[in-house]
């Protein structure tokens, strides 16, 4: 879907699909370098990260494998609940690992601080975050970050695999919402 199809509901467009995959090939660039001769297992958050997942894990030229861990968060709403549940775990164990995970975007982080230290105490070999989008001003927890697409604004957005309340994930860019949709 693009921005065009549902155009009353965006404030505006902050990342066009093509921006999206320019950033993502970057930062594709930068872990090719920083794994040189190591093998990794990139570990997508879902459901938000499977959009970031599909597009760097192509963008990456070197073998790789993936997995897939779900957690909850969120309620239905606009606002983080810090209750983390596990859903699915991961189906590989990581133990002397190199493991990179990938999520589409860290809000108060409470989230994957809480997914960090729990895949550290499974002692992979190294453990690194790579985000598509962060709001620092958002963040409660101080998380290390290796891999940033941007640092946006404290604004709900959607698209590329964002959602509210389940839309928006196939939207192809990414956009605020507008705030009569959740008020
Ligand atoms: P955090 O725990 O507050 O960092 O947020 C965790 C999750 O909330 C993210 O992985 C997203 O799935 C979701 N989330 C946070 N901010 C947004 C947003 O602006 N739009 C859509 N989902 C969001
Ligand atoms: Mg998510």
């Known amino acids: 879907m693009d921005s065009a199809d549902v155009e009353p509901d965006l404030v505006n467009i902050l990342f066009t699909e093509e921006q999206i995959q320019t950033k993502l090939r970057e930062l594709a660039a930068k872990i090719e370098a920083d794994y040189a001769g190591r093998e990794i297992l990139i570990v997508g958050i879902l459901r938000?990260?499977?959009?970031?997942?599909?597009?760097?894990?192509?963008?990456?030229?070197?073998?790789?494998?993936?997995?897939?861990?779900?957690?909850?968060?969120?309620g239905s709403g606009t606002k983080s609940s810090g209750v983390v549940r596990i859903l699915k775990d991961l189906d590989?164990?990581?133990?002397?690992?190199?493991?990179?995970?990938?999520?589409?975007?860290?809000?108060?982080?409470?989230?994957?601080?809480?997914?960090?230290?729990?895949?550290?105490?499974?002692?992979?070999?190294?453990?690194?975050?790579?985000?598509?989008?962060?709001?620092?001003?958002?963040?409660?927890?101080?998380?290390?970050?290796?891999?940033?697409?941007?640092?946006?604004?404290?604004?709900?957005?959607?698209?590329y695999g964002l959602d509210y309340q389940e839309k928006y994930r196939n939207l192809r860019d990414i956009g605020t919402l507008a705030p009569h949709v959740y008020s």
């Open 48 to 74: 938000g990260a499977v959009m970031v997942m599909a597009d760097l894990a192509r963008a990456l030229n070197r073998h790789l494998e993936m997995d897939w861990m779900a957690v909850s968060s969120y």
């Open 92 to 159: 590989t164990d990581i133990t002397n690992r190199h493991v990179i995970v990938v999520d589409e975007i860290i809000d108060t982080g409470l989230t994957l601080s809480w997914l960090i230290s729990n895949l550290a105490s499974r002692n992979p070999a190294s453990l690194e975050i790579c985000t598509l989008l962060r709001k620092p001003e958002a963040l409660q927890m101080d998380i290390a970050v290796k891999y940033v697409g941007w640092d946006i604004p404290n604004e709900f957005v959607v698209g």
